[in-house]
């Protein structure tokens, strides 16, 4: 074959099967991710729904809650005053110790949310006060909440600083003791009631703060509310009749947060609870954290997986695919022979008829040349050499078809159970005048123990004879040996018949078995004989192989496999069918 | 006198042919047929003919045909079968079927002419036993 196309051969079937490789990786990846990652998107989205879901609905019940205690915390410190303005009379509220045992009272019952108490007359002049800070006689007439407090029953301030200036906010009520205004009031300590609002804590981040509809704090957070984000978290909660708001931003500082807002005091406090979303979602964040290593731990043992798989696959695929095309390479080496075969038988009974009738009208002019009148000839002698030489090139014809004919007639293939060094044996006896007479030694090494074979004895011997009339033909001139060794090894019998003789030249030595092929000179070898062994071997199920080196010598090698043991010699199985075949054969 | 009187069965025309002269020169009388069929007709009118020469591979009626048919009809004649191709087969189903022998084409003369003899001695022993046998018969009735 010639070596390029060859390489040419070799170079695109390594395309095809990388390219066959990259395929199976495809397809095993696509088919595999498409569900892992069509069931984790699902799920995860799933989760993160009803996850998001919970969460915001756990915050809102949290800040309603929130915003019912701070309502009523109000409302009570309200119901305080209203109870004490109610059922005393002005004489005892205007009277101090009176006063001051009354916010011991509240104190002892509140603890430290009433920081004092005041009675301001609708002058806004404070007639009395009971606290820590020095406010008898203090004018209110200018303060805001006086006015705000003089025209409702009671009255809630915002946070401001006031005389005293602390931050703090009033709970005013009013009153009417003899036809006039009076108002009672209580400071409710801004600490005391910002530990109450900030007492609402989710989470690390989650924190709530008062403000009020003017945008002021009412509350004092841990950490610093700009203005556009209260002007921002008012307008969110004013846009409708809500109770309660909820709304994310935008980044801010690189966090989202999640605000939860809620009116209280007859709205005019706006209840925010803020929390980071990073922190309020934490835990989906861990879950898609883990979501996503399994992912790609799983990504990476498919793709490892896909790797491995493939190459194996492939490897199988192009093991068969080499298997495949070596039985082709024999069906067509054996649909060659049989048809070349088929051709020949043809052309040999064409030609054989000819040639013998061409045989035979020479054999008739030899007779004639018999009779007298034609003996005196000068030419005579030249007529009979001629005549001669048509017979013998007739005879040779007639050898070449027969060599035709028996390479393509099916020979005596009926098989029997012979024993294979018997049949070597035979054909060394046969062959050993014609040794003799090149000076050729045969000498056999037969193993003893080679079990009875199945095969047709008459074909083996064929096989046989032409190996070793082509050793003795190459060592005509100079003599040598012949070793013919028979041995079994495992599920094989080898029979090796080695010469010492020249050697097959290198480049001929792929062609020895080819039909026609001869290296013998014109009209010695039909080049049939080797090919006939090959075809023989093979139909045996055996092999036929040759080693040579020039000057060292030749070895054939057939290799028959063991399954043409003769039935009698293999492990008693099944009941045999052959021995019949064999009996038949036998006739 | 002839050394034997001959049928030769062949279907190539020159090959019959050259093979008569030269058999005739070596003193056989030489009947010639191209074809089974004709051989049949031509040994049931002339009962001279000792031996058959037949060639196995004709067209029409083969030759494995045509012995088994001047078996049945003539047993003592002695057919030589002759093939054009070595397929030992036919030769051996020839022989099982009664031939005498059997040779290969292109032959020997040497060869054919003294397996005709063989064959023709065979044939007379084998009369001369039968008229043994015949006189043996009839001497014994008149006896």
């Given at each position: ?417 012979v024993q294979i060094n018997?049949l070597i ?21 037969l193993q003893?123990d080679i079990p009875r074979m199945n095969i047709?004895?008459?074909?083996m ?24 060794t028979s041995k079994q090894s495992q599920d094989q019998v080898f029979i090796d ?40 071997v093979?139909?045996m199920g055996g092999d ?13 090698r057939i290799k028959l496999p063991i399954a043409n043991m003769a039935?009698?010699e ?18 | ?143």
């Amino acid at each position: 074959m010639n070596p390029h196309m060859n390489y040419a051969t070799s170079h695109s079937d390594a395309n095809f099967y990388q390219s066959l490789t990259r395929k199976i990786i495809l397809t095993i990846m696509i088919v595999s991710f498409s569900p892992m990652i069509l069931v984790i998107v699902t799920l995860l989205y799933q989760f993160r729904d009803s996850y998001i879901e919970k969460t915001d609905d756990h915050l809102v019940e949290v800040v309603m809650k929130h915003k019912q205690n701070i309502d009523a915390f109000l409302k009570e410190r309200l119901s305080n005053l209203r109870f004490l303005s109610a059922n005393r009379s002005l004489e005892e509220l205007i009277n101090e110790p009176f006063l001051q045992e009354k916010l011991n009272l509240l104190k002892r019952e509140y603890g430290l949310v009433f920081t004092d108490l005041g009675l301001i007359n609708d002058e806004g002049i404070q007639m009395a006060y009971a606290g820590p800070f020095n406010l008898s006689q203090a004018r209110y007439a200018d303060a805001d909440w006086f006015h705000e407090a003089i025209k409702s029953s009671y009255y809630i301030s915002d946070v401001f600083l006031g005389l005293r200036g602390h931050p703090h906010f009033i709970i005013a009520v009013r009153h009417t003791y003899g036809g006039r205004y009076w108002i009672l009031r209580a400071t409710i300590d801004f600490t005391a009631f910002n530990s109450l609002v900030e007492n609402l804590r989710v989470g690390r981040t989650g924190i709530a703060f008062l403000i009020n509809k003017d945008g002021q704090l009412q509350t004092k957070p841990s950490f610093d509310v700009t203005p556009p984000k209260i002007e921002y978290l008012l307008k969110a909660s004013n846009q409708d009749e809500k109770e309660i708001h909820m709304f994310r931003n935008a980044e801010e500082e690189g966090r989202r947060h999640i605000y939860v807002t809620a009116f209280l005091k007859n709205n005019d406090w706006l209840l925010v609870f803020q929390q980071d979303a990073a922190d309020a979602f934490s835990d989906l964040d861990r879950t898609e954290k883990i979501a996503a290593v399994i992912f790609l731990l799983g990504a990476c043992a498919i793709l490892f997986m896909a790797l491995i798989l493939s190459r194996r696959i492939v490897r199988i695929i192009r093991s068969a695919d080499k298997k495949n095309e070596m039985m082709q390479q024999q069906v067509v080496e054996t649909g060659k022979l049989a048809s070349l075969g088929e051709l020949a038988a043809g052309i040999a009974h064409e030609i054989n008829n000819p040639v013998a009738i061409m045989v035979e009208e020479a054999g008739w002019i030899g007779d004639l040349l018999e009779e007298e009148d034609l003996r005196e000839t000068n030419n005579l002698a030249e007529f009979k050499k001629s005549l001669k030489q048509i017979h013998t090139q007739g005879k040779r014809c007639k050898d070449i078809t027969h060599k035709l004919l028996s390479f393509a007639r099916k020979t005596d293939s009926q098989t029997k159970d012979v024993q294979i060094n018997d049949l070597i044996v035979e054909i060394v006896a046969l062959s050993s005048q014609m040794a003799k007479y090149n000076s050729v030694d045969i000498r056999t090494h037969l193993q003893q123990d080679i079990p009875r074979m199945n095969i047709s004895p008459s074909e083996m011997q064929q096989v046989l004879l032409n190996l070793i009339n082509n050793a003795l033909y190459v060592m005509e001139k100079k003599g040598g040996i012949i070793d013919i060794t028979s041995k079994q090894s495992q599920d094989q019998v080898f029979i090796d018949i080695a010469d010492n003789g020249p050697g097959i030249p290198e480049s001929i030595l792929p062609r020895i078995f080819d039909p026609f092929f001869t290296t013998k000179p014109v009209g010695k070898g039909t080049g049939l004989g080797l090919s006939i062994c090959f075809g023989i071997v093979q139909k045996m199920g055996g092999d036929i192989t040759v080693n040579s080196a020039v000057g060292i010598g030749t070895r054939f090698r057939i290799k028959l496999p063991i399954a043409n043991m003769a039935q009698s010699e293999r492990p008693a199985t099944a009941p045999s069918v052959k021995t019949e075949e064999a009996t038949l054969s036998l006739e | 006198m002839k050394l034997a009187t001959v049928l030769l069965v062949d279907d190539e025309a020159p090959f019959v042919a050259a093979m008569q002269k030269r058999l005739t020169k070596r003193e056989l009388e030489v009947e010639t047929s191209l074809n089974g069929n004709d051989a049949l007709a031509l040994l049931d009118k002339n009962n001279t003919i000792e031996v058959i020469i037949l060639d196995v591979k004709m067209p029409g009626m083969d030759g494995i045909e045509t012995l088994m048919e001047i078996k049945r009809r003539h047993p003592l004649l002695e057919v030589i079968m002759l093939t054009g191709h070595a397929t030992v087969e036919s030769a051996i189903e020839g022989m099982k079927l009664g031939a005498f022998d059997y040779l290969m084409k292109p032959c020997d003369m040497d060869i054919l002419l003294s397996k005709v003899t063989e064959a023709a001695d065979k044939k007379r022993k084998h009369e001369i036993k039968i008229i043994e046998a015949r006189m043996k018969e009839i001497t014994q009735r008149m006896a």
